[in-house]
Nanobody, 119 residues
Framework: QVQLVESGGGLVQPGGSLRLSCTAS????????MGWYRQTPGKERELVARIFRSMNTNYADSVKGRFTISRDNTKNTVYLQMNSLKPEDTAVYYCRQAVLVASVWGDYWGQGTQVTVSS
């Protein structure tokens, strides 16, 4: 059993910053790709950023230059530093991790954390 717990969401003014964290716990042998996704009502969940075990990263075009994804493998944690936030960044943010448990790779999601950008 693996659990992902997210934190760091909230209300921020346009131009402000937030840092999201997502920590995995359980009988974890290894974690490969870690990522952040977001979703707004009526829309599909979309990739925001992901980081591979090699530390290579991908970003959605809409967040390039403003968001930074990082990871701490010793803590099974992925971070998303969000700067210069815009109202269109408002969404529920979900983390996703590819986790190896008992020789089986699984795809796990966090419960989501609300980010609201508004004045």
């Amino acid at each position: 059993q693996v659990q992902l717990v997210e934190s760091g969401g909230g209300l921020v003014q346009p131009g402000g910053s937030l840092r999201l964290s997502c920590t995995a716990s359980g009988n974890i042998f290894s974690i490969n790709t870690m990522g952040w996704y977001r979703q707004t009502p009526g829309k599909e969940r979309e990739l925001v950023a992901r980081i591979f075990r090699s530390m290579n990263t991908n970003y959605a075009d809409s967040v390039k230059g403003r968001f930074t994804i990082s990871r701490d493998n010793t803590k099974n944690t992925v971070y998303l530093q969000m700067n210069s936030l815009k109202p269109e960044d408002t969404a529920v943010y979900y983390c996703r991790q590819a986790v190896l448990v008992a020789s089986v790779w699984g795809d796990y999601w966090g419960q989501g954390t609300q980010v609201t950008v508004s004045s």
